[in-house]
């Protein structure tokens, strides 16, 4: 019973990680695995469903980051049609601008790309990576249509 309930705390735990604002996360993502293999105390039925929710929750966040680049990909789109209205004074900076964007947005894709790949083991790490990544485009998005999008 004890070990159920100690399963339940490490997949609950292994699920919500992604969703933290933290830079690093309290423990590396392969004693997060040993642990739940831990607190199923070798059981091979528990330690098979332990695998299975990590396995979920990195599949969680693989759709939860390919759901944010693709409304990043949308802003991006929206801010290239307003390259008409930008004031040909502003026009070199818009420019710019945009295609620092699309350099942010194609390294987020490509950390999207290793988190797609990631082992059960490393999983979490990268998920923090293309967390940063997408909160770092969508942080310059809202600055450069701030900026050009009125």
Do not use: H
């Not at 004890?2 to 919500?16: C, D, H, K, N």
Request: charged share 25%; hydrophobic share 45%.
């Amino acid at each position: 019973m004890t070990r159920m309930i100690l399963l339940g705390i490490a997949v609950v735990s292994l699920a919500l990680l992604p969703a933290c604002e933290k830079k690093k996360a309290p423990t590396t993502p392969s004693s997060a695995l040993d642990a739940a293999k831990k607190a199923a105390g070798g059981t091979p039925g528990a330690t098979s469903d332990a695998t299975a929710a990590i396995k979920t929750a990195k599949d969680n966040a693989v759709t939860a980051a390919g759901d944010a680049l693709a409304a990043a990909q949308s802003k991006l789109d929206t801010l290239r049609q307003k390259a008409s209205a930008v004031a040909p004074d502003a026009k070199a900076a818009f420019d710019q601008a945009v295609k620092d964007l699309e350099t942010q947005f194609a390294a987020a894709k490509a950390k999207l790309q290793d988190l797609k790949s990631a082992g059960n083991d490393a999983w979490q790490k990268i998920s923090t990576d293309v967390s940063g990544a997408v909160t770092k485009l969508n942080d310059a998005l809202k600055s450069a249509m701030d900026k050009y999008a009125r």
